[in-house]
């Protein structure tokens, strides 16, 4: 991350500039919530910002996300931000707080409410700057140098999020953050699986632990904790300790291709009050009524290729909203093999896509080895009938509508299929 020093030196150049040689243009575009994420992609390969989770909340979504708290931010106030990044979260923060007539006056009152770690130094400087600049471009006079302001900044500090304990965030009111999307081993506690597990629900699940009761928080997170199988313990857990709404967002942003939701609420042990992570539909008739569901049983690249030569179907040759009665193409196999007609559907599924179950029916005479990406969906009758009146279904707008209610993924899974309505 040290290439972001070479904007941090910049940005401090700037700052260092006389008071009449600051214009309001220059120092509103140095706090655009919008351009430093444009800023870091010139100084980092995407790699090394996937490698860091370095994504930084835009403009309206860091408003969402602080308008998401139920109670204001005064002087009173202490805001934490635990994956502060660049700071835009803690930015958004300080728009809520008056300022003084002198920025050190300002800094002084400010530093107190606003906290904020990152384990790359060179982010938490670029946050300490950053908000310098908002003091300035709110029109305060410029009463000191900008080192003896950034050290009224003292709770903006390089930490791992995942080393504080309860005692040190005793006083902590708000808590809001944008934690790392990317993958890390699991931490093998409570109940995370052995594995690998998304970075933003260990982050979210620490601090749910360790802040002080009531305290208000606001999470942007990505959408596979609200939606995936795999995080149904983490889900039932936010449950337990946390009186919070969810609300879906849709993509990150233009650049970054993951959908995202905002859990917002108050810190509480013991929560009775279940928190609605999709839209309630009522009372329906789900695919797994009338149909198994389950994931192809053969994965291309691991199995090897020995066994009968069985007819094979994969993503390329499963034509969409087709019934295929022919043979093109044949693999040898010798694991679990599947008895037609049943329906496929590609697990690759994006919420920007025309159809997000894209759907196919096999109808041959043989039994036939299907790719590990796609689901098959198995009548319990046995009958073609019923695989077209699911195409029909799987078509529709009212399934879009709710796969893109329960899955803001990029892919779907055995259990979201399985919960698709067939009929209210």
């Known amino acids: 991350m040290n290439q972001l020093n070479k ?6 150049d700037s700052l260092e ?16 919530l919008d351009s430093i994420d444009l800023v870091l992609r ?4 995407i790699e090394e910002m996937r490698e860091a989770g370095s994504f930084f909340t835009g403009s309206k979504l860091a408003i969402s996300a602080v308008n998401s708290f139920q109670s204001s931010i005064t002087f009173d106030s202490v805001v934490l931000d635990p994956t502060c990044g660049a ?8 728009r809520r707080l008056g300022v003084e007539s002198t920025l050190s006056e300002t800094l002084k009152k400010w530093g107190k409410v606003l906290w904020g770690f990152d384990i790359h130094e060179s982010f938490v400087e670029a946050t300490r700057l950053r908000i310098v600049v908002e003091a300035l471009y709110r029109g305060i006079e410029k009463d000191c140098s900008i080192d003896e302001a950034l050290e009224f900044l003292i709770n903006i500090k390089c930490r791992d999020a995942l080393t504080l304990s309860n005692e040190e965030l005793a006083s902590v009111t708000h808590a809001i953050m944008n934690p ?3 993958i890390w081993p699991s931490p093998k506690e409570h109940y995370w699986k052995i594995g690998k597990v998304n970075a933003a629900g260990i ?31 983490f889900r039932v857990y936010c449950s337990s300790s946390f009186n919070a709404e969810c609300s879906v967002w849709g993509r990150f942003n233009t650049k970054t291709d993951v959908d995202v939701f905002i859990l917002s609420g108050v810190k509480k042990h013991e929560n009775d009050r279940q928190i609605a992570w999709f839209e309630d539909i009522g009372e329906y008739t789900p695919v797994s009524d009338l149909f198994d569901v389950r994931t192809g049983p053969l994965v291309a690249y691991r199995e090897p290729e020995e066994g009968p030569l069985l007819p094979y179907f994969h993503l390329k040759n499963s034509p969409a909203w087709e019934v295929v009665s022919d043979v093109t193409e044949r693999r040898c196999f010798s694991g679990k093999v599947l008895s037609p007609p049943f329906v496929v559907v590609k697990r690759t599924s994006s919420p920007s896509d025309r159809y997000r179950a894209s759907a196919t029916i096999i109808n041959i005479k043989e039994d036939v080895a ?9 009548p319990k009758d046995g009958k073609l009938k019923s695989c077209r009146a ?13 796969l893109n209610d329960r899955a803001r993924m990029r892919h779907l899974t055995v259990g979201v299929v399985k919960a698709i309505p067939i009929k209210k």
């Open 17 to 32: 500039l006389e008071e009449n040689q600051l214009d309001s243009s220059t120092l509103s575009s140095l706090v655009d």
């Open 42 to 45: 010139e100084y980092l390969t």
């Open 390 to 402: 699911l195409l029909r279904i799987l078509k529709s707008d009212n399934t879009n509508a709710f």
């Open 7 to 12: 904007h941090n030196t910049s940005l401090r």
């Open 370 to 378: 299907i790719e590990n990406h796609m689901i098959v969906i198995i």
């Open 203 to 233: 982050i979210f699940d620490k601090y749910l632990r360790i802040l002080p009761e009531t305290c208000q928080v606001s999470a942007i997170l990505p959408d596979v904790l609200r939606s995936g199988s795999r995080y149904d313990d």
């Open 87 to 94: 700071g835009n979260l803690l930015i958004e923060c300080s």
């Open 180 to 182: 790392p999307f990317t």
